[in-house]
Every structure is written in structure tokens, then in C-alpha cells.
């Protein structure tokens, strides 16, 4: 058993009401005094905050002048941790401890063993506004913070998790706090772990936490065309090792095997798939069209296949593919410096058909290009001097063009994405991402609130930008000829 303890006369009791009351008095005092003093130059502010921090701190270690007991109890154990607190200043943070204390001095709380181990942080939060936590304390803090309506403590375990979805851990986190987002309701916390996954999600296949997945959760990722990964074959080894480890009914498994995208794979590679993997045998009926498809896509010329079949579907559009026949990884050294250029290969397209088949680009970087209606330009006046421009009016800019045009690129278009990579907690990691299609060489919003003067920019490593530009081709179906 845990014991807070401390002598509890009654004169004691009447000095911590006195003592809660005073707090609220002296944060009232101080909001008037900034008000009062703001247009005084000789004014001053004296602020002992620690000092009645580490007061109230005294207060809930040595349970002075206490009048509420909190006793909390688990499932898996007789004993329970005993908290001698203070009912002001519960009542002051909690809806809940306001109702709960409003008859009786002594409530018995049930917790879960997990939310139990933190509830001493917990309560020292709603003394002294502020907790420590790790990446593992982060849902049972928030669940307790949600039980007890404590609002301000619910939102800062939120943007924590948020801001914490790249930090390292054994086990992985990012994949059980977004099925607990889903739980709560969360969507503002479900939507950025789901975009973190779907960014980072070479980094999820190969770590413990992809054993977790949720079917629901495996299918939203399946859907979506912007995950970023090395290929669609690992992408399809992945689910495989899902699947052997999860052995979910025949209808989830069905489902999970037609949302892998068979022509971004070669046919060499199929054919060995075929050959050797025991959940494309045992599932092979529910997705045969889907191969015998994908063989005929590599077999013809992407320009007459899309005269017998729709290609304006997701089976025929390439994910975020970071090999290199899809892209260039591109390092630039202090960005904020001077315009850069650079120019890669891709491969036409993902058809075996196109594999010989090399379209050029090239690429522009400006860190502080300027739009014309701020260009100088000459004045009318007598001094004709030029209208003075600063750097920071400039933003950055990166524009992709072909390097030639070709007969090739009928019935094709292209779709850029720049990925760049930042470090937070340690890890390397796809933060932003930027796509644009061939009727535009740029995207409108490239590192548009990025501060590229300032070394400690996020958006930036060891001074450098770190970009990835994928070229993804997207077919377009021609008039169709009758079967």
C-alpha cells in the first residue's frame, strides 16, 4: 500500500482551503497587475510561482490540512493506493472529482492496472499543472484524463502523441495509438498517425508493431496511392508474413490479397510468387483475374491495353515507389544559399513493355524565388532607383520538366511527388509530401512555411534538404474497342 500521509488537525484543514483559495486569488492579481502595468515603463512584475508550486507540491506529498481521501483500487490486487488530497483544488481541475466530493470525503476509485500505475502523476498534474511521460504512458494518461474531464491535460497528451509519432521504441507505438484514436473517437489523432504510417511505412513492415495491424487498418492503408515503400513486392511480402502470422477467414484474407496492385509488379517476380508462396496457392481462385490481368498489362503496349480495359483505376497506379527507377533521392547542401539543378532518369512506365523505355528530367531549385508582382523593377522617378526586395519576400521553389517530349508519352501522364525527410526524436522520417501533375512543372505550396535561413529549421538535416522525387505514370483509357 501506498500511503501520502500527514497530520490532519483542523486548524491545518482550514489553512489548505485558505492556502487553494489564495491561489485562485493570486493568479487574479497577477492577470490585473499585467493589465494595469502594461503602459508604465517602470513597471515590474515579481513572480513567486515556483515558490507556491513547490508549496503545493509540499501539499500533496505531506497530505497537510487534507479533507478528501482517494483510494484507488485494480482487479488484480487487494491492496489500494491511498491519496490524501485536497478537495478545492480536485474540484478546480475535474467536473468529475467536483460531483464525486460533493457528499462524502472518502471515494474508492477502480482503476485498471495500467491507468493505477499512473494515477500518482495524474494527481500531482491537477496540483501543479505538469507531468513527465513516456511514449508507453501516453494512453493511460489520456484515458484518465478523459475519465476525470480534465480537458487541458486530455489535449496536451494529444499533442504529444502528435508530435511523438517518430520517436523511437521497442515495440512500436504509432500503429496502437491510432486503433486507440479510433476507440475515442480521436479523428484529428487518427488521421496523423494514419498519414505517418502511410509516409513511413517501409520503417512499419519491418518492425514488431506490423503484427498488430488491424484488418481495418490494413485495408485503409491497401487503398491508398500515396504510401511510400521500396515496391509493391514488398509491399505484397508484408501482408503475406500478415496473413500467415493473423490467419484471418477466407473472405478478409481475399479481400486484403485483391488490394495489392499486380501490374507495379514484374512478371518475373509473379511468376515466382506463383510459384512459391503458400497464401497465393491457397488463395489463388480469388485472385486470379487480377494476375492473368497483370501479365496481359506487361505483355501489350500500355496504349492498346487501355483500348480493352479501364486503366483509370488504382491497380494501375504506382504507389510512392522509392526504387530508383521511379525517382531520385536529392541532398542539397546549405538550401538557403543559391539556386540548384539536377536531372534524373525514370523508367517510362511500369509495364515490362516500357522497360527499355527512359524519359529525362530535369530539376530546378530556387530557395527564394520571387513571384512577378514583387520582382524589381525600375521607377519612373528621377533617382530611377529599384524598389528594395527582401530575401525573406522570396519562397522556396522546385520545378520538375521533361527533358524531351516523345510519341511514347501518349496516352500518358505523369504525377511528381517530392518527399522531405526531417529528424525529430533521433529519426529520419518523411514529414511532408507534395504532388503535383503534368500540367504543372511545380507544386503551388513547396515548403511554403519553411524557414530554410535557420539551421534549426525541421525541415532540415545537418543543414541540408533532403528531397525524394518520385515520377509516377498515369495511363488514361482511350475509346474502347467492342470485345
Not at 32 to 46: E, H, N, R
Not at 202 to 222: C, D, F, P, R
Request: proline letters at 4%; aromatic letters at 10%; one cysteine or more.
Amino acid at each position: 500500500m501506498v500511503r501520502l500521509t500527514g497530520a490532519r488537525p483542523v486548524a491545518a484543514r482550514r489553512w489548505g482551503c485558505a492556502a487553494a483559495a489564495f491561489l485562485l486569488l493570486l493568479l487574479t492579481v497577477q492577470a490585473a497587475q499585467k493589465a494595469d502595468l502594461s503602459g508604465d515603463a517602470t513597471a515590474a512584475t515579481i513572480n513567486h510561482s515556483l515558490t507556491l508550486l513547490q508549496r503545493l507540491q509540499e501539499l500533496l506529498q505531506n497530505g497537510n490540512s487534507s479533507d478528501s481521501v482517494l483510494r484507488v483500487r485494480t482487479a488484480a490486487s487487494d491492496e489500494a493506493k491511498v491519496f490524501h488530497t485536497h478537495q478545492l483544488l480536485l474540484s478546480l481541475q475535474s467536473e468529475v472529482f467536483e460531483g464525486l466530493l460533493r457528499n462524502q470525503s472518502i471515494i474508492t476509485l477502480h482503476e485498471p492496472p495500467e491507468t493505477a500505475a499512473l494515477f500518482e502523476k495524474f494527481i500531482r498534474y491537477l496540483y501543479c499543472g505538469g507531468v513527465s511521460i513516456l511514449l508507453h504512458q501516453a494512453i493511460p494518461m489520456h484515458q484518465l484524463a478523459s475519465k476525470y474531464r480534465v480537458w487541458g491535460l486530455q489535449r496536451g497528451v494529444a499533442d504529444y502523441m502528435k508530435t511523438h509519432l517518430a520517436s523511437e521504441s521497442s515495440q512500436g507505438h504509432v500503429v496502437g495509438w491510432y486503433h486507440y484514436a479510433v476507440r475515442i473517437g480521436d479523428a484529428a489523432l487518427q488521421e496523423s498517425c494514419l498519414q505517418f504510417l502511410a509516409w513511413n511505412l517501409s520503417a512499419v513492415l519491418g518492425s514488431a508493431e506490423w503484427a498488430s495491424v488491424s484488418v481495418e487498418l490494413l485495408l485503409l492503408l491497401l487503398e491508398r496511392s500515396d504510401l511510400v515503400l521500396h515496391s509493391e513486392l514488398e509491399l505484397y511480402t508484408a501482408v503475406e508474413g500478415w496473413l500467415g502470422r493473423r490467419q484471418p477467414e477466407d473472405p478478409v484474407a481475399e479481400r486484403v490479397l485483391r488490394a495489392i496492385r499486380y501490374p507495379m509488379i514484374a512478371p518475373s517476380q509473379l511468376f515466382r510468387l506463383q510459384a512459391q508462396s503458400a497464401v497465393l496457392a491457397r488463395h489463388y481462385g480469388a485472385v486470379q483475374d487480377l494476375l492473368f490481368q497483370a501479365f496481359q498489362f506487361h505483355a501489350a503496349s500500355p496504349l492498346h491495353f487501355a483500348k480493352y480495359f479501364d486503366v483509370n483505376c488504382s491497380m494501375f497506379l504506382p504507389r510512392n515507389y522509392l526504387a530508383p527507377s521511379w525517382g531520385s533521392q536529392w541532398v542539397i547542401n546549405n538550401p538557403a544559399r543559391d539556386d540548384r539543378s539536377t536531372s534524373f532518369q525514370t523508367q517510362l512506365g511500369p509495364s515490362s513493355h516500357d522497360a527499355g523505355k527512359r524519359v529525362t528530367w530535369n530539376v530546378l531549385f530556387s530557395p527564394r524565388w520571387l513571384p512577378v508582382s514583387l520582382r524589381p523593377v525600375y521607377s519612373d522617378s528621377v533617382s530611377g532607383a529599384i524598389q528594395p526586395v527582401r530575401i525573406e519576400d522570396g519562397r522556396p521553389r522546385l520545378v520538375i520538366t521533361p527533358a524531351m517530349s516523345s510519341p511514347d508519352f501518349a496516352g500518358v501522364s505523369f504525377q511528381k511527388t517530392v518527399l522531405v525527410g526531417v529528424r525529430q526524436q533521433g529519426r529520419v522520417f518523411v514529414k511532408h509530401a507534395y504532388s503535383f501533375h503534368q500540367s504543372s512543372d511545380e507544386a503551388a505550396d513547396f515548403l511554403a512555411h519553411a524557414d530554410l535561413q535557420k539551421r534549426t529549421s525541421e525541415y532540415l538535416i545537418d543543414n541540408s534538404l533532403h528531397l525524394h522525387i518520385i515520377v509516377k505514370p498515369v495511363y488514361h483509357s482511350l475509346i474502347k474497342v467492342k470485345k
